[in-house]
């Protein structure tokens, strides 16, 4: 019997990928009108650059707005906007800027696109908080949902082929999971669910992204990794799940992960291209016997 048969791992996660809403707010700025409507961009310790670019920070995808836009950063208590000599001269209720300091609710002009700035201490941004938790991340998991996921790859994507930088991206699948629902039901599925995305959720670096982006599937954005970082990882993972108790209706089960790893190259600059190798490499990954990782060349 092998070490990993004798020890094996009982665990409780839940996902910790959505910030806490009871902790600090942030200032934030939420487009109100126009392309991207409803995005919204957290004003922390980094200055956002708001922008047509996919690297922005805020990426409003309209030809109206420039491709570094604006920038929005903090100071102690105070928050500026510079404008960054935007063909469309940034507006702030209607006044060109250069420079000025914001004030809670300016709403702010780029080309053909509205976006509105809630302070810190605002009664609002406790509001618009919860409305982003539901708009960004899955309600069973609480990693992202598929929807932003899409929206953090293109933009890391874009990084990646600008910067010259290594991408990997992740797929995973729960091995079996039709007859785990069939036999004990979806409440017993979604207890899975929930213990599967706290370990991805345990094992993702600050950097990286996880998400749910469909009913047993999983996906996590590796920036700056190759792809043997990326198969330590996925290996690490595929063991971890592998040597847990997943606690069904009071039994102890054990569930396994099939994982398919695709590396950003000249041929996979595009989300689409990137997500379909990494797909190719888990139904390898199923077809070669399951609870395994992949890798597409």
Not at 61 to 87: F, M, Q
Request: with cysteine; aromatic share 6%; proline share 3%.
């Amino acid at each position: 019997m092998s070490q990993r048969d004798q020890d094996p791992i009982t665990t409780q996660f839940t996902a910790v990928a959505a910030p806490l809403l009871n902790g600090p707010r942030s200032a934030c700025v939420i487009v109100i009108h126009g392309e991207s409507l409803g995005k919204r961009a957290d004003i922390e310790d980094k200055p956002v650059v708001i922008g047509r670019s996919p690297e922005a920070d805020l990426h409003i995808p309209n030809k109206s707005v420039s491709r570094e836009h604006c920038k929005i950063w903090r100071d102690g208590d105070t928050y500026h906007l510079r404008d960054l000599k935007a063909t469309n001269r940034t507006r702030v209720n209607d006044e060109p800027q250069t420079e000025t300091e914001l004030a809670d609710g300016d709403h702010i002009t780029l080309g053909e696109s509205v976006l509105k700035f809630i302070s810190h201490s605002s009664v609002e941004a406790r509001y618009h908080e919860e409305v982003y938790q539901l708009a960004t991340h899955d309600a069973l998991t609480e990693l992202y949902n598929r929807r932003h996921f899409i929206d953090l790859v293109d933009k890391e994507i874009a990084r990646a082929v600008r910067h010259g930088r290594s991408l990997v991206m992740c797929i995973i699948d729960v091995d079996r999971f039709k007859p785990i629902n069939d036999e004990y039901g979806h409440i017993a599925g979604d207890g899975v669910l929930r213990q599967i995305s706290g370990l991805i959720a345990s094992f993702v670096r600050g950097e990286d992204t996880a998400a749910r982006i469909g009913g047993e599937e999983f996906a996590v954005m590796l920036p700056e990794s190759d792809i043997d970082a990326a198969l330590a990882f996925s290996e690490r993972l595929r063991e971890a799940v592998e040597n847990t108790d997943f606690m069904i209706n009071g039994e102890a089960r054990r569930v396994t992960v099939s994982i398919g790893l695709a590396a950003i190259a000249e041929s996979r600059r595009e989300r689409t291209s990137l997500i379909h190798a990494a797909d190719v490499a888990l139904y390898r990954a199923k077809g070669e016997g399951r609870n395994r990782v992949c890798v597409e060349p």
